[in-house]
């Protein structure tokens, strides 16, 4: 069973498009997040979600909604699609209260052409 | 600004060699600092974490070493294989936070 999946795993798509990618885990935790890695490896926190509420936007342009039907599921939606948006996402959950480890999903590589 | 900073960006370590990567931090609030391994098309996975309680952890052939007043901890891969050829990422956090900050990353390359 994996513990969180994100779909789908490649998305090409031009520029100017929508596009959603989701996220569910099943590892019981109230904290999930998005993570954006450029080609570089670099890995920065872009939303942090508890209890199906935002609490951390790290200066994300608006084309980025990020939506929580539920505390299992958390979703992205991108709006306008831009070339520098080029990039993997990840999907990541924690139990913020017990320990601070992050389980992440294996990553949506979304390339914007 | 960055808040972990890691060193070196990459490395190349001979097979039954010690790899050693860097980090230090400036939020003296951290009190949970994991390394990550990541393997081409996959996630970070958890490798080892410490908190500032203990100076030294160590799990199988990984130890991490911590100095709190000079704000630095270490990752040693002690007997490196071929298959910890990944890249590894520090990082911090703190009890109650809601993010973990990640440094930019050491890719790993251990010879055969």
């Known amino acids: 069973d994996t513990a969180v999946s994100q779909t789908p795993k490649y998305l090409v798509t031009q520029m100017g498009n929508d596009k959603s990618i989701k996220c569910e885990q099943n590892?019981?935790?109230?904290?999930m997040y998005w993570y954006k890695q450029d080609s570089k490896k670099f890995l920065k926190i872009m939303f942090s979600y508890n209890n199906k509420e935002l609490i951390i936007n790290e200066t994300v342009p608006n084309r980025f909604s990020p939506k929580s039907p539920d505390k299992a599921h958390l979703n992205l939606h991108i709006n306008s699609l831009e070339l520098g948006d080029s990039a993997v996402y990840f999907c990541?959950?924690?139990?913020?209260?017990?320990?601070?480890?992050?389980?992440f999903g294996q990553g949506t590589r979304l390339t914007v052409v | 600004q960055q808040q972990v900073k890691q060193s070196p960006q990459s490395l190349i370590v001979q097979k039954g060699g010690i790899s050693i990567i860097n980090c230090a931090y400036e939020n003296t609030a951290f009190d949970y600092f994991p390394w990550y391994q990541q393997f081409p098309g996959k996630g970070p996975a958890l490798l080892i974490a410490i908190r500032p309680d203990v100076s030294e952890k160590k799990e199988g052939r990984f130890t991490i070493s911590f100095n709190k007043s000079a704000k630095q901890f270490s990752l040693h891969i002690m007997d490196s294989q071929p298959g910890d050829s990944a890249t590894y990422f520090c990082?911090?956090?703190?009890?109650?936070?809601?993010?973990?900050?990640f440094g930019a990353g050491t890719r790993l390359f251990v010879k055969a």
């Open positions: 990541a959950s924690s139990q913020r209260l017990i320990d601070t480890e992050a389980f």
């Open positions: 990082a911090a956090s703190y009890t109650g936070g809601f993010k973990t900050i």
């Open positions: 590892l019981g935790h109230d904290t």
